[in-house]
């Protein structure tokens, strides 16, 4: 008389293999969405620094343009007391 099923290992042996296999994809997404969140905080902080050197830029612009104004005043004033 032969068993009502036959031998279970090779199939508990597949779901077990079957299982780690999840576990491991698990863990790996798992890392990769902390990666993801470690380049999200990078980014934030590089658009932040970003937006600070623009400001920074543009301030030093604004200084160069009003120095050159009175640099420009400064040689006409000259220009005209030279003549006088």
């Known amino acids: 008389m ?4 036959g031998i279970t290992c090779p199939d508990i042996d597949s779901v077990i293999i079957d299982i780690d296999q999840c576990v491991n ?7 990769s ?10 980014n934030a902080n590089l658009r932040a620094w970003g937006e600070e050197m623009e400001e920074r830029a543009e301030a030093a612009e604004e200084a160069l343009a009003a120095m050159t104004e009175r640099a420009e ?6 220009s005209q007391l030279e003549t006088a």
Do not use: H, Y
Not at 2 to 5: K, S
Not at 73 to 78: C, I, P, S, T
């Open 2 to 5: 032969g068993a009502p099923v």
């Open 25 to 31: 994809t698990l863990s790996s997404i798992t890392n």
């Open 33 to 42: 969405r902390g990666l993801l969140e470690k380049l999200r905080d990078a």
């Open 73 to 78: 005043a400064a040689e006409q004033r000259l």
